[in-house]
């Protein structure tokens, strides 16, 4: 069973952290909390680099055809 966390209110310090984003203490401990948006891009961004760097190691590891290669980038996106 999953215990949730009490969050207090959230503090808007500009100056601190970047636009967009807040700041919010769990149990007193500062935490930056991005915009649900915010976080997806990140995410999204690093499963793209991680389909790019598996697909380089594929055409290093097989020294497929230039053309081959050009497939698999476009076939994974």
Do not use: N
């Amino acid at each position: 069973m999953r215990r949730f966390q009490r969050v207090d209110k959230p503090s808007h310090s500009v100056s601190v952290l970047r636009a967009g984003a807040h700041e919010s203490h769990i149990r007193s401990a500062p935490v930056l909390v991005l915009p649900r948006l915010q976080r997806f891009s990140i995410t999204l961004k690093r499963r793209q680099r991680a389909k790019i760097k598996f697909i380089l190691a594929l055409c290093q590891q097989s020294k497929t055809a230039p053309s081959m290669r050009r497939f698999l980038l476009f076939s994974v996106f």
